[in-house]
């Protein structure tokens, strides 16, 4: 069946250090791929999305590409701030069969950043 | 900027009671949401609804499970006889249709419930 993985947190990095939070996917059709924030006391919103292989999204930094030749949608940002601070889940969206496309979440990872 | 609202924000209950959780989504939306996310798991899918009836639910979505949207706003949940392994934050979702086929949901802050 679909699948997401992500990598196991907590993260935890200093401001304006590199973050990546790893994500691979399982798919049996042609899903769309996000990034879902949710930050301390506040519901889930999306961060970024890609609906098709090589498509790169992007938000306030972050960055992720869809890459279908290693089913991966890793998310980046080159320097992060005290305000990322957030747990981040990767999710597919897969539309075959009547399906509507009910998201698939990966686990979340918490990110904390330091000063 | 329209929101999906959900109350309330936490429930403490009783093994066996009956809780119902609601939630009111963005107002010009069709297709409709219920997720959980029990501590430190997974977010986990647990029913659809679109045209005033469930179109996908999962397997944690059993008989003890029910949603309704009563009126043309609100959008709930029922859980008919909790038990313990119900403790979870439960998310309302919802997307605007069809033409909007990206799978892109907008998620309430969702409904903290605790069952002793």
């Known amino acids: 069946g679909n699948s997401v993985t992500q990598m196991e947190g907590p993260v935890t990095l200093s401001e304006e250090a590199f973050l990546t939070i790893n994500c691979t996917y399982t798919?049996?059709?042609?899903?769309?791929l996000f990034w879902y924030v949710q930050y301390p006391g506040e519901g889930l919103q999306l961060l970024l999305k890609?609906?098709?292989?090589?498509d790169k999204g992007s938000n306030k930094g972050f960055e992720a590409t869809y890459r279908k030749e290693t089913t991966s949608f890793h998310l980046e940002k080159g320097s992060v701030q005290v305000s990322d601070s957030a747990v981040y889940f990767c999710?597919?969206?897969?539309?075959?069969?009547?399906?509507?496309?009910?998201?698939?979440f990966g686990k979340g990872t918490k990110l904390s950043v330091k000063p | 900027e329209p929101e999906v609202t959900q109350t309330p924000s936490h429930q403490v209950t009783q093994m066996g009671q009956e809780v119902i959780l609601r939630c009111v989504p963005i107002s010009n939306h069709l297709y409709f949401y219920w997720y959980r996310q029990i501590l430190g798991q997974k977010v986990e899918f647990l029913v659809s609804?679109?045209?005033?009836?469930?179109?996908?639910k999962s397997e944690i979505f059993d008989d003890q499970f029910s949603v309704e949207r009563p009126d043309g706003s609100n959008f709930t949940l029922k859980i008919r006889s909790t038990k313990l392994e119900d403790s979870a934050m439960y998310f309302c979702?919802?997307?605007?249709?069809?033409?909007?086929?990206?799978?892109?949901?907008?998620f309430g802050e969702g409904s903290r419930l605790t069952v002793l």
């Open positions: 890609a609906t098709k292989a090589d």
């Open positions: 609804f679109y045209n005033n009836e469930i179109s996908e």
């Open positions: 979702a919802s997307k605007i249709g069809v033409l909007e086929n990206t799978g892109e949901l907008f």
């Open positions: 999710a597919l969206s897969e539309h075959y069969g009547g399906s509507q496309g009910n998201l698939i």
């Open positions: 798919a049996t059709g042609y899903p769309s």
